[in-house]
């Protein structure tokens, strides 16, 4: 959770408790993902090696995961990606925000570009779940071949809790989570660090020249294998910059550099060095770093880590839709703050049973951690191409930093995670086509519903009539009668008469003596200054506009807002009738959208939420009037 604490009026030694439980909860939230890498990500490299037996193999290995971590998770996320905070906040949406407004002529990529990779965080965040838990599982195994058969059932009691427990909030997660994954890396250092004295010859594999003569020995094809295996590494990487907004930079920071990536790189070394030393072990190289006696207590550790592994994917992914509804890039749907202190800490109920019945399909229909690991890594290498992009053009748009400086360095990570996007290829027959198609389909929904808004907006307003009009036509002998109390009409523009006025008016014939015209806009900044939140103008005949602000990371909930400001807006929202529009699109002779974008928007629209349940409008006090859209 994020905790903001004002230094000249704090003491320190207040600050110094709130920075550790930020410390201990982005343990318990963000790392989850990548920190359970090790399990298999060395083991599936050595697979696509094909051959464990030689130092050249092992250490080449071992090199090319080094300098991933190293490049493009510590240098590439942790350095500069989360320098784009939108005040604070991190993640796709957020960064697409930042650079839409300096895109110029390229906004209509950039759009695309920016929604495709949140739509392929989707399929990372489905896989995640999957291959950590089945994979910790399966470690059972080698100490308990009976359990063989029970393997998926356990998995997915394991999921189905997991999922359960998700209302609680990611700050209450995390802060279960966090002592857990503060022994796991302990574990995972001491691990390897026993192995790596052992055979401190395998230290060689930091030098970059292993990968590269592995690269020219193995050949290109081989290469490109191992490649795609390696990348099983750096997946989580992305939700260290997703989950930001949830505990701040500087927490996530300061645990990357002092524990999680030196506690990574150990346990690499050390399942390198057990390697060289009896290459049996390439079989299972993580769960053999340790004793017979210590085995039990090991799988233990591993499931709960794995556990909080889809943790750091699912509260990305909360966040992500939560942002993606306040831009309109997807219909409204409920979602539930789960913190009194922090924005970014959300619970969208929807979301996560769609996830579950997807992760339990997922468990059931692949069966184990290695067929998995076919459909995992596509869809975070896509992620991170989109990131990169996005990130070049805030760094020269917004940060103003000289293009002989940012194009070089942009261009060499560009290059690198082109490379691993094409190291994933191969893998789409054999299941990763999984996140391919969730990618498709989430963003062909994003694209089809601001489309469809759009026309929505367009035909409603087309004839709509001017409020300057309407107002004046309220003092002519055949004016509609005017009667007592306050009506609130929400609406998108102030200068035409809202389709819920114009629909009462001509079926019911009564105008309230005070009209208020409310716009709920949402900016492209995480979070608005209560100072800042409402706008009033008033007009005549006891007409006004009141705009309400909320940012992109905020619940819009209009009747605290509103009754916040209760002096500033001049009337009572407890005591006035809330006017709601409620558009039914229906098919046209001449359509804005095709067939079956049209079927589409219809079941969107018929299933996303009302504006009254989104905004948290009390029911007693919303009155919906109806009208049909041809689209």
Do not use: C
């Not at 009462?504 to 009209?515: D, E, M, Q």
């Amino acid at each position: 959770m994020k905790v903001s604490v004002e230094a000249s009026s704090t003491p320190a030694a207040a600050r110094h408790p709130a920075q550790a439980a930020l410390l201990l909860g982005a343990l318990g939230v963000v790392f989850g993902d990548i920190g359970t890498s090790p399990i298999y990500a060395f083991r599936e490299s050595l697979k696509a090696a094909g051959d464990a037996s030689t130092e050249a193999t092992v250490l080449g290995v071992l090199s090319m995961m080094f300098w991933a971590i190293f490049l493009i998770v510590a240098v590439k996320y942790v350095i500069f990606v989360m320098r784009a905070d939108n005040e604070g906040e991190g993640g796709t949406m957020s960064l697409l925000s930042l650079a839409l407004p300096v895109a110029g002529r390229l906004q209509g990529v950039l759009l695309v570009v920016g929604l495709a990779g949140a739509s392929l965080f989707f399929g990372d965040a489905m896989i995640t779940p999957a291959i950590s838990v089945l994979s910790a599982v399966e470690g059972l195994e080698i100490a308990l071949p009976a359990v063989t058969p029970y393997v998926v059932p356990l998995a997915a009691v394991i999921l189905v809790a997991l999922f359960t427990i998700q209302k609680r909030g990611s700050g209450a997660v995390g802060f279960l989570f966090g002592p857990v994954m503060a022994a796991w890396f302990a574990v995972l250092a001491l691990s390897g660090l026993a192995h790596l004295l052992a055979h401190p010859a395998v230290l060689w594999a930091l030098d970059p020249r292993y990968a590269l003569a592995y690269v020219g020995h193995a050949g290109g094809a081989t290469s490109f294998l191992v490649l795609g295996s390696v990348f099983l590494a750096l997946t989580g990487g992305e939700a260290l910059y997703a989950d930001m907004g949830h505990f701040g930079r500087s927490p996530i920071r300061l645990d990357w550099f002092v524990l999680v990536m030196p506690a990574l790189v150990l346990n690499y070394l050390g399942q390198g060095a057990s390697v060289l030393a009896d290459p049996a072990a390439a079989a299972n190289p993580f769960f053999l770093l340790f004793p017979n006696w210590l085995l039990i207590p090991a799988l233990v550790l591993t499931t709960a880590a794995t556990i909080i592994a889809s943790q750091a994917v699912l509260s990305g992914a909360f966040a992500l839709v939560q942002q993606a509804i306040q831009l309109g890039a997807v219909p409204r749907l409920e979602v539930r703050q789960t913190s009194d202190e922090s924005a970014g800490q959300v619970y969208v109920p929807q979301i996560n049973w769609l996830l579950a019945i997807v992760v339990l399909g997922l468990v059931f229909g692949f069966r184990s951690s290695d067929a998995l690991a076919n459909a995992y890594g596509i869809a975070v290498a896509g992620d991170m191409l989109a990131t990169t992009l996005l990130v070049t053009t805030v760094a020269i748009g917004l940060w103003r930093w000289p293009a002989l400086l940012v194009y070089p360095v942009a261009g060499a990570i560009l290059l690198l995670d082109v490379t691993f996007v094409s190291a994933n290829v191969h893998k789409i027959p054999a299941g990763g086509w999984f996140p391919i198609l969730v990618g498709t389909v989430t963003l062909t929904v994003m694209l089809v519903w601001r489309k469809g808004r759009q026309a929505v907006l367009t035909q409603r307003d087309k004839d709509a009539a001017r409020l300057p009009d309407f107002i004046a036509s309220l003092a002519q002998p055949d004016a509609p009668l005017r009667m007592r109390g306050t009506a609130v009409y929400l609406t998108k523009q102030s200068d035409i008469v809202p389709a819920a006025l114009a629909l009462n008016v001509r079926h019911n014939g009564v105008v309230h003596l005070r009209v208020v015209l409310l716009k709920v806009t949402t900016e492209r900044v995480p979070r608005i200054r209560e100072d800042a939140r409402v706008a009033t103008e008033a007009r005549s005949a006891g007409f006004s506009v009141v705009t309400l602000t909320f940012g992109f990371a905020e619940k819009p909930d209009v009747m605290s807002a509103l009754r916040s400001h209760k002096e500033k807006i001049g009337f009572d929202p407890d005591e006035a009738s809330f006017f709601i529009g409620r558009e039914t699109p229906v098919p046209s002779m001449r359509p804005d959208l095709s067939p079956w974008q049209e079927a589409l928007f219809g079941f969107l629209t018929h299933n996303s939420a009302t504006a009254s349940d989104y905004f948290l409008i009390p029911a007693p006090r919303v009155v919906e009037m109806g009208t049909r859209i041809e689209l």
